[in-house]
């Protein structure tokens, strides 16, 4: 361990402890923060297909409002710096996006796990609504 945290100093980063009933979630957790989040980004790029967006020019376009994402959230939190239409509680938005996306069925399952956990942990208005449309989808 002493040889570790060395070497982790010696790469300037930061050492922690983990107790072993900690191992599983610790790395479920970075499983969502890297390999989930690339999964997402590439349902992003199919989502953006059907709007007649290439894979390249969706990459390209959402990359700044990724990067504004991330700098909110780093600023923020994940509470302060959620936005859309689950925040306004605008169901009729959600409604119409899960129509469009009835034609990938796989990336709406996503946006209506994602809307659901959106609905437990962030804020948002409107949720009787919300969680209504959600849960008859």
Known sequence: MRAARAIVRDLEGQSFTLRREQKE???AWGMFASPLLTALLA???RVAGAAGVSRKAARKRILPILQQTLANYSRLGAPDSFSGPIARGDAATVEKHLKVLQGI????QVYIALART???DLPAKNRAALEKILRTK
């Open 25 to 27: 979630s610790y790395h």
């Open 43 to 45: 349902a992003t790029e």
């Open 105 to 108: 069925p796989d990336v709406r």
């Open 118 to 120: 959106a609905l437990c």
